[in-house]
T-cell receptor
Framework: QKEVEQNSGPLSVPEGAIASLNCTYS??????FFWYRQYSGKSPELIMS????GDKEDGRFTAQLNKASQYVSLLIRDSQPSDSATYLC??????????????FGQGTILTVHP | DGGITQSPKYLFRKEGQNVTLSCEQN?????MYWYRQDPGQGLRLIYYSQIVNDFQKGDIAEGYSVSREKKESFPLTVTSAQKNPTAFYLC????????????????FGPGTRLTVL
């Protein structure tokens, strides 16, 4: 069983809609969760981090964490064509310690069409 | 300008050759990491280092070696023992905070694309 799982997509949404990206993880003691955006041929860019249950909002982005269900999601409101990219979920799977051993999902390809 | 630099951007290797990928950061970050990304896949951890002169194997360390002689630099050598080295190599760094429960965010360099001829 993969430690961090994402639907590979592609997920296609119309411009202006809400894009919903989901991620599940297997290590119950994980404490840190991250969403990265990666444009084709480029390196990942950190867009959200979340550590506590609930929602965290930053502009058009909202991260949602539910540790009981081992589930983290990213909502993108008012999606724009420039949001078209691969979104990577990353989880600290090193037993909840502070050391930076992140495990990445395979990524979800998002396409926002005009 | 603070950031992480990687060089070269593209690298071609012949069979049986060792090559070294450079990673430098001026963010004063303690921890540095090397990842490998294959097409359509997530990132896999090769090596990481939390302090100078110390580093740990990640999930796929075989065929790779690293050094951490300076805080700013964490070069990766892809040896001839690595049978399938063609991939996108990404270096990252984080502040790191030993003893805390929160992970510090990792920031990535632009990457090096390695191709075996």
């Amino acid at each position: 069983q993969k430690e961090v799982e994402q639907n590979s997509g592609p997920l296609s949404v119309p411009e202006g809609a809400i894009a919903s990206l989901n991620c599940t993880y297997s290590d119950r003691v994980s404490q840190s969760f991250f969403w990265y955006r990666q444009y084709s041929g480029k390196s990942p860019e950190l867009i959200m981090s979340i550590y506590s249950n609930g929602d965290k909002e930053d502009g058009r982005f909202t991260a949602q964490l539910n540790k009981a269900s081992q589930y983290v999601s990213l909502l993108i409101r008012d999606s724009q064509p420039s949001d078209s990219a691969t979104y990577l979920c990353a989880v600290n799977t090193n037993g909840g310690t502070s050391y930076g051993k992140l495990t990445f999902g395979q990524g979800t390809i998002l396409t926002v069409h005009p | 300008d603070g950031g992480i630099t990687q060089s070269p951007k593209y690298l071609f290797r012949k069979e049986g050759q060792n090559v070294t990928l450079s990673c430098e950061q001026n963010l004063n970050h303690d921890a540095m990491y090397w990842y490998r990304q294959d097409p359509g896949q997530g990132l896999r951890l090769i090596y990481y280092s939390q302090i100078v002169n110390d580093f740990q194997k990640g999930d796929i360390a075989e065929g790779y070696s690293v050094s951490r002689e300076k805080k700013e630099s964490f070069p990766l050598t892809v040896t001839s023992a690595q049978k399938n080295p063609t991939a996108f190599y990404l270096c990252a760094s984080s502040i790191d905070a030993p003893g805390t429960s929160a992970i510090d965010e990792q920031f990535f360099g632009p990457g090096t694309r390695l191709t075996v001829l």
